[in-house]
């Protein structure tokens, strides 16, 4: 993305001023010039993809209204209801500052942005906070890391995706969160002290499956979902919650007692992958303080190598080293494992993730932000996309 950013004096080091707005813009500027410093820092250490070039900001995080800035609009995201709008001679999108400012065509100053109170606008003296975003988010600087500000906008691209307690992996084509990319959202709320925000979807989760992936149009259940229900459940309660009682029941159906020992077995992403089910539903099972009498058998299996959270030593060398830029997070997670550093963002500014030809992806939704989206068959921001850059960054 293009910006025209507006030139400041220097003399000697030091900046001059003239008002208190210029000494705003000044810093936004010094703020936005420092994320593009970042990003070029961080696209020569790692990788980069190309996505459609197209000026927008999501508004919205945690369980606030979804609101949409593009071309002067600002709009209710989910309904496309224009809420307010001006004549834009320039503006200027600092989405590490979850900020947008406006210069209209009366040469009238306008500032929309979000912090951890709500979404609010600023139009000359007058502040405006926008209906249904006045609820508390933390939205740490992450000041001590190299790449704080990318942080900043992976975290957004999390937390702009929990549409009323539930975490989906993009809310313009997918209405139901999917357990895998939840619990890996959990992991980044844990870590920012946002955690609470999915609590009512998990407390009121009735079923070890999410039902998501299908095959001919019958859901499957996903044997990885075992472990990342109980993961997600130990934030918020016990084994005497009614569902764990439920997963308990169903491990007999998944189990496995051969050569490996007791280990599970079943279709995650229409293949099988025992060695990642059992990862999680270890990892799940001591989440929750609970007997684990599992083992993780020693075979080849290609998803193994994206559960890095632990058990890294049971892993049989397999071919999946393979970049698939349709699928990101696959890479991210895989980086994360070996170390690697092959995996893109995106090479614009926002947002810096993103999923393409997802079977169960309805993209007809992101005509709301622009047509091309739709025809290429892309969602951003991606939510397990950001989490994996997020959680490879902290790691680092």
């Not at 040469?107 to 926008?130: A, C, H, P, W």
């Not at 079923?207 to 001919?216: I, R, V």
Request: aromatic fraction near 14%; proline fraction near 4%.
């Amino acid at each position: 993305m293009k910006y025209k950013i507006i030139s400041v004096i220097l003399f000697t080091g030091v900046f001059f001023t003239f008002s208190t707005n210029s000494c705003k813009q000044s810093r936004d500027e010094d703020l936005y010039s420092l994320y593009q410093q970042q990003l070029s820092e961080f696209r020569e250490e790692f990788s980069v993809a190309d996505l459609p070039e197209v000026r927008f900001f999501l508004f919205g995080m945690g369980n606030r209204t979804k609101l949409l800035y593009k071309n002067g609009q600002l709009m209710n995201a989910l309904t496309g209801e224009v809420l307010y709008e001006w004549k834009v001679r320039n503006d200027m999108i600092i989405p590490n500052e979850y900020r947008v400012d406006i210069l209209t065509g009366s040469l009238k100053k306008v500032s929309v942005y979000e912090n951890e109170s709500g979404v609010y606008i600023k139009e000359d003296r007058k502040l405006i906070s926008v209906d249904g975003t006045d609820s508390f988010i933390q939205l740490p600087d992450f000041q001590d890391h190299k790449y704080s500000e990318i942080l900043k906008v992976l975290h957004q691209e999390i937390l702009i995706n929990i549409v009323d307690s539930r975490p989906v992996p993009n809310f313009f084509v997918y209405q139901t969160p999917w357990r895998r990319d939840a619990a890996m959202m959990a992991m980044c709320l844990n870590k920012t002290g946002n955690i609470d925000l999915i609590r009512d979807w998990v407390l009121n989760l009735d079923d070890p499956y999410d039902h998501n992936n299908k095959s001919d149009g019958i859901p499957e259940n996903e044997t990885d979902n075992l472990g990342q229900t109980l993961f997600l459940l130990s934030f918020f309660t016990n084994r005497n919650h009614h569902l764990v009682k439920q997963i308990l029941n169903e491990l007999p159906s998944v189990e496995m007692n051969n050569e490996y020992g007791i280990y599970i077995s079943g279709r995650s992403d229409f293949a099988n992958v025992p060695v990642y089910q059992t990862k999680w539903l270890k990892f799940g099972l001591h989440s929750m303080n609970m007997e684990d009498p599992y083992n993780i058998p020693f075979i080849e299996d290609n998803y193994s190598s994206l559960f890095w959270m632990d058990y890294r030593d049971h892993y049989v060398k397999v071919n999946d080293e393979w970049r698939d830029d349709n699928y990101p997070y696959i890479g991210w997670a895989r980086d994360h494992f070996y170390g690697t550093k092959l995996s893109p963002v995106s090479d614009e500014d926002y947002p810096l993730t993103w999923e393409t030809l997802a079977s169960q992806a309805n993209y007809e939704g992101m005509r709301m932000v622009d047509s091309i989206y739709t025809n290429q068959k892309t969602s951003v921001p991606h939510t397990w996309h950001a989490a994996e850059v997020f959680l490879y960054l902290l790691d680092q």
